[in-house]
């Protein structure tokens, strides 16, 4: 009796120690970063794509397709969380374009979804009152904006300012840089061009 | 906000099409990618736009590669080819140019350059070596720019072999004047640790510098890497927990520059990192946690304002209260944040505040009986996503009582969902909870009806597997066994009698086994019918080859009992010539064994209970067959390595000290394409390697173990008792009735308005729902709740116990269950699919695996004081912290005398109960190893009749007396002694222990406490020539290949290396020749390991080589240990 009662208890104690082990190791590999970030217009045309892991052109393809898809059907007041695949989507809409980034399932949804807001400000913020033409036709800018802000999945520097003004440094060395001056200009002049709402909160 | 919409969508075909307006004419004329992207917008098919692309593209190609096209051009031309990327058509021509823009072009160009190179490439990419020079201009380039981009790539890609390459540079970096530098410095080391750990290892204190920062934004990009530091090993840092605090503290006050604010409030992001590493910190531990009540009260009152970003930094408040040592006041008030999430009107906190309750509900019950009623509106939410997370707490909070109801409301959402990931995810979980608390026979044959229906083929392969197991090995009560097995046949042939080309065919396969074995049990049926309905479904088109073993397999069992022959004899002559060798050898069984009634019933006999089948793995019945073909001038069999090792040597000249050559291969040889001999030997089954044996039993008894069920066997009704103890419920008035249901209808009754039928529907739910949870009162009402929880539970057998098809005979089984149910369950679980792991899988195997399930909680606690060497933990309860060091230091006098002299570990506290403190070290002897446990008394009157057992599977435990300790003094000590020698060697071995002593009133008090010893302490040096070291080297069969971190800061460093292997691990270093080198080690004097060592492209190549096949692996992983700690 006694015997038998030790030997379970040694098989537990053995277990225990193994699939601890493993969860150990899991957890190096799974972190809060950030998987990848898309934005795309309400037409599922892609803006944008930033992808934090590793994975090939074809399934790069088959996500987008498949999350563009998912995410456009959804209703105006429904959750900005998604759970798809093992993956936790987080979306949001300003004006024609949705934002949609993909953490993994223990992250924290909201911050998330702040951070979404706080790259809109500073695209807002270095653009003047940014509008999805300017992403499509300036997605490089959006890039360099969003590589200094997010850096390999997480978030490098949040201060709005110190973010601009690593991308102004780099933007003075820019010969056409009267250009984008003027550009940008006659985007906040345009009536027709909506500004992307940074003040609405509405969940 | 929809007329912004309107106004955007009306003005961008206009904004395109129309030159004469101003804004548009800038943006679209002016650069070529704006007429590009014009150009797009005005076409109006897919079809029209690929052409459009491929027409662009081709005339990208040629001015890419055009000679005189310059590199500002070139920049053009590559922002071009993202934006044809970006739409989704190919252009890996390009991939090479942005490479070299990165690379030649002036301070704007590289940064589109670099860019490129980002989105295009990924880690393996093969031309990102050609990148990497280029960093290393750039990094030390004078202007700030080139470096920041230069920092920027390599922390979102670097080829992980290159790392060496550019580490110094980014240390340096790292006391850069520029903070932006620093940051990106920081950022860059964070990366290389996620992919390489190992080559970061030396820069820990750099870390720290970093963490003490004068920029918060250099300090916060540090908190990434801690959070992961300590979520790997929270140990280490419990000194930085007051500094964290203290950093929290600051931000809370908004202490930093405003320009960190956001929405107000002080830099959020910073807060909740830190409040992850602080919830990583305090987990089970109450000092630590401590030192953080003040400032999460804080933040808790701070986060007031209505923002998502507060509610942010409460969500990760809440989790943080709820994961470190407790604290009631703390407790009550994230209980009310929760309850203000769960009730938002705003769906997204509602989400959270549902995900927080699944989170905390096994900690505190009451928290989801309060919610009861918005969980169930939650389970009818218009939003799947909420459905979803609601179901989810519910699979937290299942027990006996209210399983159908739950399982119900999750069969239906499946029904609802089309997503096949939460198919599988759910059907995983209906299967688990039916398993577990079924309340009866139909109800639990039907619930795995609808799983195997509803799941399909994406079904986890270990749902059937044990299912099979549970109607095979059944309960205690054979009339129940009957009955259920008679349910299932019962309802498989009306399945059958159906329409059965729907049925998915792992169902199917499944049922097939249940006619085969039980179909008997049902004696109004002739087995006649039955055969017919198998042969219905072996004619239909979709069935699968698979499947169709399994009938033919089903159909020999049916034969036994002198059934007309026909049905069989037809089906085996048709697939005796099917072009399926498994389906041929299946028919060829059923033809034989069906006109052989006497060989039926020995190979297949009835009615036996599942008693452990012999299985002969070493084939020794094929030894005749062998020793022929020796003698007709076969040539012997050679294990796989032994031929390519000859292989190899056949080819080059050896030049090597004692007379091998590696194979060229091996320096590539990294962690992820090693193949180690263990596994070789698993997956290639019954290759008739003898030597692996051991293995084969180890992964049955791997895959027999539920891996993942993180409930214990109690279940959740384990948290009763604890629900019992909490003060009375405070529900929201509308519920008061509910809870108090339980003690008679009188409540009920006096409620004075009168509820809506809805609501009262609603009440009705949730009273089945939440039935179980809170008092004593509910679980009277069910009454029977014991005996039912009782029944489905497994009998806790011996693992060798099998799995059902193949355990009753080896021909019995369907042809693919040996391989297929090996494969499937054993290892499928996710650890040779993945390569990284594939050498813990490895590891695993060797350590022999009970029955083991444990709750979630328990492992969680483990883990942390896993991670220390040599911990003790006592089972069942927490580990005993509060037992001080002064107690160790008076112990180590009671060692005894002829022990004293030699090195002994740390004194370890392995248990405590009311008057006795146990506690242990072992001391090295040169041939073996002694374990002490140190009984030292804590009460005042003497004890008696003390007597501690110990035991490891994986070890020989001799004790140096058995008897008893009679007496043990108050306040006295008693030292006993076990010699330990190692039986077979794993990573770790755990000893496991019961101590029992009588107290004062003659009763017998048990304790039970485990101790764990490292592989290391049982390594001794083995002292040979290298002579000697040649011939033993060839005659080891099993080995193990691994590149190891080379301590390059060193003069010499393989000689460095190997003295910090020979200092921590007690080997043998034999010879160093120039970059080679050989060492050994035993653990007695009969199990060697060799190690030969050699330095290849900055990294240490091992090659292990023992003839215990376990071993090499286990001490691998101890020399990675050993010289990641150095």
């Not at chain 1, 400000?121 to 959006?142: P, R, T």
């Not at chain 2, 080829?159 to 410095?185: C, T, W």
């Not at chain 2, 000249?653 to 194979?663: D, I, M, T, V």
Request: glycine residues 4%; proline residues 5%.
């Amino acid at each position: 009796m006694l015997i038998s009662s030790l030997f379970m208890r040694m098989s537990l104690t053995t277990h225990s120690f193994l699939s601890s082990f493993h969860s150990h190791l899991c957890f190096v590999i799974s972190s809060f970063q950030m998987q990848f970030m898309l934005l795309f217009s309400r037409q599922g045309k892609l803006r944008l794509q930033k992808w934090y892991v590793p994975l090939s052109d074809k399934e790069k393809k088959k996500i987008t397709r498949e999350l563009v898809q998912t995410v456009l059907a959804r209703k105006p007041k429904m959750c900005s969380f998604l759970e798809w695949r093992d993956l936790k989507i987080v979306y949001k809409r300003y004006a024609s374009l949705y934002f949609c980034c993909a953490t993994e399932g223990q992250d924290n949804e909201l911050i998330t979804l702040e951070i979404i807001h706080r790259y809109v400000e500073l695209l807002d913020k270095y653009f003047g009152s940014v509008c999805e033409l300017d992403i499509i036709f300036n997605f490089e800018k959006a890039y360099f904006i969003l590589d200094e802000f997010l850096l390999g999945g997480e978030a490098q520097e949040t201060s709005k300012k110190n973010v601009l003004k690593a991308i102004e440094q780099a933007d003075l060395l820019q010969e056409v840089r009267g250009l984008t001056i003027l550009m940008r200009r006659q985007t906040q002049t345009h009536v027709y061009t909506s500004r992307l709402p940074q003040t609405s909160q509405s969940c | 906000m929809s007329d912004v919409v309107e106004k955007t969508l009306t003005a961008l075909p206009s904004l395109l099409s129309l030159d004469s307006q101003p804004g548009s004419a800038k943006l679209s004329t002016n650069s070529k990618l704006g007429s590009l992207i014009r150009g797009i917008t005005e076409l109006t098919s897919k079809h029209e736009e690929e052409k459009l692309i491929q027409r662009e593209l081709s005339s990208i190609k040629e001015q890419v590669s055009s000679p005189n096209t310059t590199m500002r051009q070139m920049k053009e031309l590559m922002v071009r080819t993202i934006y044809c990327e970006m739409l989704g058509y190919e252009a890996t021509f390009s991939y090479i140019h942005a490479i070299k823009l990165a690379q030649q072009g002036n301070v704007l160009e590289k940064r589109v350059g670099y860019l490129a190179v980002s989105l295009f490439l990924n880690e393996s990419h093969e031309l990102l070596l050609l990148l990497v020079n280029t960093v290393l201009k750039d990094l030390q380039s004078t202007n700030l720019i080139e470096v920041c981009m230069a920092l920027t790539v390599v922390s979102q890609m670097f080829p992980k072999d290159m790392i060496p390459a550019i580490l110094p540079l980014v240390e340096e970096k790292l006391n850069h004047s520029k903070e932006i530098i620093r940051r990106k410095a920081v950022l860059a080391l964070y990366k290389f640790y996620l992919i390489a750990p190992n080559q970061v290892q030396h820069i820990h204190n750099r870390f720290r510098k970093a963490l003490c920062d004068k920029d918060p934004g250099v300090m916060s990009a540090s908190l990434h890497i801690y959070l992961q530091l300590i979520q790997e090993n929270p140990e280490s840092y419990k000194d930085l927990t007051a500094s964290f605090v203290t950093i929290l503290k600051q931000v809370v006050a908004g202490k930093l520059p405003m320009d960190f604010n956001y929405h107000s409030v002080p830099a959020p992001w910073l807060q909740i990192q830190l409040l992850r590493i602080l919830s990583l910190l305090g987990k089970s531990d109450q000092s630590t946690s401590e030192v953080m009540y003040e400032i999460l009260d804080e933040s808790l009152r701070r986060a007031e304002m209505n923002h998502n970003i507060t509610y942010a930094i409460l969500y990760e408040c809440v989790k943080c209260i709820y994961t470190i040592h407790p604290k009631s006041e703390l407790l009550e008030k994230a209980a009310k944040v929760i309850g203000n999430f769960v009730l938002s009107q705003r769906i997204n906190l509602k989400y959270l505040g549902l995900k927080a309750l699944t989170y905390v509900v096994h900690q505190d019950p009451r928290l989801a009986l309060q919610h009861q009623m918005t969980i169930i509106e939650c389970l009818d939410h218009p939003d799947v996503i909420i459905k979803r997370e609601t179901l989810e707490l519910l699979f937290r909070i299942t027990n006996d009582q209210n399983v159908t109801v739950i399982v119900e409301k999750m069969l239906d959402f499946m029904s609802i969902n089309k997503e096949d990931h939460t198919t599988a995810d759910l059907v995983g979980k209906v299967a688990e909870l039916a398993e577990k608390y079924a309340p009866d026979n139909e109800w639990f044959v039907e619930t795995m009806n609808t799983v195997f229906s509803v799941g399909g083929d994406t079904l986890q392969p270990d749902i059937p597997n044990s299912f099979l197991k549970l109607l095979s090995e059944g309960f205690d009560d054979e009339e129940e066994n009957k009955k259920l097995r008679l349910f299932a046949v019962n309802s498989y042939i009306s399945l059958l009698q159906g329409e059965p080309s729907k049925l998915p065919q792992r169902f199917l396969q499944a049922i097939c086994w249940v006619l085969g074995e039980y179909s008997h049990l049902r004696e109004d049926v002739e087995p006649d019918l039955v055969l017919r309905l198998l042969v219905k479904l072996l004619n239909i088109k979709s069935t699968s080859s698979e499947t169709k073993s399994w009938i033919l397999m089903a159909m020999t069992k049916l034969c036994s009992g002198g059934a007309p022959l026909s049905v069989p004899l037809e089906v085996s002559e048709t697939y005796s010539s099917s072009m399926d060798t498994m389906l041929r050898q299946r028919a060829q069984e059923l033809q034989y064994l069906s006109q052989n009634p006497e060989l039926q019933a020995r190979v297949l006999p009835r009615g036996v209970s599942q008693e452990p089948m012999e299985v002969d793995s070493s084939l020794s019945f094929l030894d005749g067959f062998v020793s022929e073909a020796l003698a007709a001038g076969a040539a012997p069999y050679k294990p796989p390595h032994q031929r390519q090792e000859e292989l190899s040597r056949s080819k080059a000249l050896s030049l090597e000290p004692y007379g091998l050559s590696l194979p060229i291969s091996m320096s590539s040889c990294s962690i992820a394409d090693r193949q180690s001999p263990t596994l070789l030997s698993v997956s290639s089954g019954l290759s008739g390697d003898r030597t692996d044996h051991s293995h084969k039993g180890g992964s049955t008894t791997l895959k027999l173990d539920g891996v993942r069920r993180v409930w214990g066997k109690e279940g959740y009704l384990a948290q009763r008792e604890s629900a019992e103890e909490t003060a009375p419920v405070e529900a929201p008035s509308p519920l008061q009735p509910l809870v108090q249901q339980g003690d008679g209808d009188a409540s009920y009754s006096q409620t004075p308005t009168p509820i809506p039928e809805c609501e009262q529907e609603k009440q009705q739910l949730a009273s089945s729902l939440f039935v179980g949870l809170a008092s004593q009162s509910s679980v009277c009402l069910m009454g029977k709740s014991e005996q039912t929880s009782q029944r489905f539970r497994r009998k806790l057998k011996d693992p060798a116990a099998s799995f059902p098809s193949s355990t009753q005979n080896p021909l019995v089984s369907p042809p693919s269950s040996v391989g297929h149910l090996l494969l499937d369950s054993s290892i499928s679980s996710d650890l040779i699919s993945s390569p990284e792991q594939t050498h813990l899988s490895s590891v695993d195997l060797t350590v022999a695996n009970g029955e083991v399930e444990l709750p979630d909680r328990d492992m969680k606690g483990i883990k942390s004081t896993l991670l220390r060497e040599d911990s003790a933990l006592a089972a069942g309860s927490s580990p005993h912290e509060e037992l001080d060091r002064p107690k160790d230091s008076c112990l180590t006098s009671h060692l005894p005398a002829e022990l004293s002299g030699l090195p002994h570990s740390e004194i370890t506290p392995l248990c405590t109960s009311p008057s006795l403190d146990l506690s242990s070290c072992h001391v090295q002897k040169d041939d073996s190893l002694v374990l002490l446990v140190f009984m030292k008394s804590s009460s005042d009157y003497d004890i008696q009749q003390i007597q501690v057992q110990v035991t490891c599977e994986e070890l020989e435990v001799s004790c140096v007396c058995d008897s008893p300790v009679e007496e043990l003094k108050s306040h006295g000590v008693v030292v006993c002694q076990y010699f330990l020698t190692v039986k077979s060697p794993s990573v770790y071995f755990v000893l496991s222990g019961m101590m029992s002593h009588q107290i004062p009133d003659n009763s017998l008090q048990e304790t039970q406490f485990s101790h764990r010893i490292p592989l290391t302490s049982f390594l001794r040096p083995l002292r040979l020539s290298t002579e000697e070291y040649g011939t033993m080297w060839l005659a080891f069969s099993h080995d193990t290949k691994q590149n190891l971190p080379l301590m390059m800061d060193a003069e010499e460093p393989l000689t460095a290396t190997l003295k910090v292997l020979k200092d921590k691990l007690q080997l043998h270093v034999v010879e160093i020749i120039g970059n080679e080198g050989i060492v050994a080690c035993c653990l007695r004097q009969d199990q060697p390991c060799l190690l030969h060592c050699r330095v290849h492209a900055g990294m240490l190549a091992v090659w292990l080589r023992s003839p215990i096949p376990e071993l090499p692996d286990c001490l691998l992983y101890h020399c990675q240990r050993a010289l990641q700690e150095s």
